[in-house]
């Protein structure tokens, strides 16, 4: 059974509570082009330590291309993406994505991307090793360092597994979960990079009501459980609704629109661009 993650009292949850609002990423002026196309233009966006914000717009607005210039996949035509974490703040528009994953940006994509002939535990314990605690020798010579790190491995692998419910299908392929099932394997292979910020794209696709019903209690719990500040792309507006604080609208690969569900769904932009029609101010 999983354990809950240790909750931080005395000093240390005064710091916590001192921190909350700090701002943990900050995306100034971004673009990025194509050619002779722009896929995003001027994008800027913040998110706090410990908020849910949701980035939403129709097809092909944008969004998926946001969460791949903050990943890495594609550094910036123009504009500034700083992180921040453990008081360290860097410019990480360009980075390789694998530094960008180890500075503690995790993500899940739209479309599913598991190591499906693999098992559902190997697929969480792959996603450990940016973080492990021995070098090529221990690796290479199976030293007692090594050992004792690959039992931890698997035992928070285990934990991770535990908590999106699927210990049970630790031993199964990849391939062979259900849909929903899958999804859950991406977050918690994505929770394995230990993040501070997490993406999360689509999460709540193909899934049935029950599924996203229960999608939105877990990412609400994920978000306390580990500390996270979640950045979430999502077309069911059930979901955006009832778990994002804030939201940035995208039509187009422009910010249209930006502040509280309620603010947003009364936004006359957005009400046209999801619409097609324009609206009355």
Not at 76 to 95: K, L, N, Q, V, W
């Amino acid at each position: 059974m999983a354990h809950p993650a240790p909750q931080a009292s005395g000093p240390a949850a005064s710091e916590q509570a001192d921190r909350a609002g700090e701002t943990l990423l900050s995306v100034d002026k971004v673009t990025r082009n194509f050619g002779g196309l722009s896929a995003v233009s001027n994008v800027s966006l913040q998110i706090r330590r410990g908020e849910l914000v949701g980035l939403i717009g129709p097809n092909g607005a944008g969004k998926t291309t946001v969460f791949n210039l903050l990943t890495g996949v594609y550094p910036p035509s123009h504009g500034a993406i700083e992180f921040t974490r453990d008081d360290r703040t860097r410019d990480i528009g360009g980075m390789a994505p694998h530094r960008i994953c180890a500075a503690g940006i995790g993500r899940t994509f739209q479309n599913i991307r598991l190591f499906k002939d693999l098992s559902v535990l190997d697929n969480v314990k792959i996603a450990m090793q940016a973080n492990v605690p021995y070098g090529l020798f221990a690796a290479m010579f199976h030293t007692p360092k090594f050992h004792k790190a690959e039992v931890e491995i698997v035992d928070r692998s285990m934990e991770l597994l535990g908590i999106m419910n699927l210990a049970d299908k630790a031993g199964a392929q990849a391939r062979n979960l259900s849909y929903g099932d899958q999804r859950h394997l991406e977050i918690a292979r994505a929770l394995a990079t230990e993040p501070t910020l997490l993406l999360l794209d689509e999460p709540a696709a193909g899934m049935n009501p029950a599924e996203t019903s229960q999608l939105t209690d877990l990412i609400t719990s994920l978000r306390e459980r580990f500390k996270l500040s979640i950045l979430l792309i999502e077309h069911d507006m059930s979901l955006v609704m009832r778990i994002c604080e804030r939201l940035y609208v995208l039509d187009h690969g422009v910010v249209i629109a930006s502040g509280s569900p309620d603010e947003v769904r009364r936004h006359p932009k957005v009400i046209e661009a999801y619409l097609g029609e324009e609206a009355d101010v």
